[in-house]
C-alpha cells in the first residue's frame, strides 16, 4: 500500500554530511509517522530518528543527537535524514519506514512498512 524509496547514501569522510531522502507514495503521507533506522554489518537494525505525521515532534537516538535532523515535506511526500560530523561507526544501510499511525515511535516493530535500504559508508 505505502511504497518507500530512499536515495542520497554513498561514501564520506570522517566529519562530513549527507542528507538521506526518502520518497513514498500515496496522498495520506502526512496520516503516517516515519522514522529512519540502520543496520551495520553483524549487527542489529537499530533506530535513529523518527517524526510524527505533521512534523511537530520528532525523536533521535542518542548516537546521533545533536549531529542529525530528520525533516519531512508532506507537500513532496517526502521525509529526510541530515547527517552532519560522520563518523565511521555511522556506515550502516539506512532505511526509511512508515508507521500506520500519525504518532511519532522509536520501535521499530510498530512501523508498518519499509524502504529497500541505501548504503551509507564513512571512512576515517
Known amino acids: 500500500q505505502v511504497q518507500l524509496v530512499e536515495s542520497g547514501g554513498g561514501l564520506v569522510q570522517a566529519g562530513g554530511s549527507l542528507r538521506l531522502s526518502c520518497a513514498a507514495s500515496?496522498?495520506?503521507?502526512?496520516?503516517?509517522?516515519m522514522g529512519w533506522f540502520r543496520q551495520a554489518p553483524g549487527k542489529e537494525r537499530e533506530f535513529v530518528a523518527a517524526?510524527?505525521?505533521?512534523?511537530?515532534?520528532?525523536y533521535y537516538a542518542d548516537s546521533v543527537k545533536g549531529r542529525s535532523t530528520i525533516s519531512r515535506d508532506n507537500a513532496k511526500n517526502t521525509v529526510y535524514l541530515q547527517m552532519n560530523s560522520l563518523k565511521p561507526e555511522d556506515t550502516a544501510v539506512y532505511y526509511c519506514?512508515?508507521?500506520?499511525?500519525?504518532?511519532?515511535?522509536?520501535?521499530?516493530?510498530?512501523?508498518?512498512?519499509w524502504g529497500q535500504g541505501t548504503q551509507v559508508t564513512v571512512s576515517s
Open positions: 500515496g496522498r495520506t503521507f502526512s496520516s503516517y509517522a
Open positions: 517524526i510524527s505525521g505533521s512534523g511537530g515532534l520528532t
Open positions: 519506514a512508515a508507521r500506520g499511525s500519525p504518532r511519532a515511535s522509536k520501535t521499530q516493530i510498530e512501523y508498518d512498512y
